[in-house]
DNA sequence: GTTGACCTTCCTGTTGCGGGAACCTTTATG
DNA sequence: CATAAAGGTTCCCGCAACAGGAAGGTCAAC
């Protein structure tokens, strides 16, 4: 199956495929006229990356995922770690929006927004 | 005043600031060496970039929010729209964040997180 | 005069691809 | 059968917002 075919079964863009292969996540067979060829197993791993990518888990946690998804004597601990701390670090990052929001929203909320100069968000900013 | 003081006082690392003039945003004057020479409204305008920044606005919204700070003639509209536009931009990260976390915790809830290798978490990533 | 702490510019790397050029193959069509 | 369109290939640049580091100039102190 060629490039284009297994982007569209497993949803990710040619470009993404070529690209996880450049850093050598799957590594399809060849045709004799150089085009890549995409079996069954190369597949489910595509498709276990769109899924897994879909959850936030960077490339290179998506790269260890690949790794205890083949290893049958994985322990499920070293893959529950990856997701907990890819967990706590969504929630560092909600946490550091919800604050950004807070302010900006009591910022957002104290200005007038018509036509005049006077801004209080412009003032808050340039608090000396 | 050199480069590592005014970096001190606004809060921001020197190669920040560089980078900040390298795009057009702050034009520190020069000494006689090439030393870069920081006055009080440089200051003023690297404090601005500082706390903008530190509302998560993108460097080109800076841009936009120190023009309007220098704009004695601005409309108040105009900041309250950058503010509400980045206001919606930090609600939708913070609903994609919590839709992550609902999907990420559920699977790691049910992992047992042992030595044995069934994981629930990577047979969700890897479903047929 | 020499050391050490500054400063300068410039180049590379980061993350995860997207866009596009230049070129080759295969397939469809007149 | 010639050709054009639609694929494939590699390779290189660009994005955001800097950080790290090399190579070299400058300045103050001892």
Redesign the pocket.
Known sequence: M????A?RICG?????I???EEIGLIMPG???????DYGDTDLHKLGFLQRS?GLGF???DCRMLLSLYEDRNRASGDVKKLAQDHLTEIDRKIAELKGLRRTLSQLVDQCQGDDRPHCPIIDDLARQ
């Open positions: 060629n490039i284009s075919e982007s990710l863009p040619a470009k993404t070529r690209y996880y060849r045709l004799a006229n150089g085009y890549r990518r960077s490339v290179e």
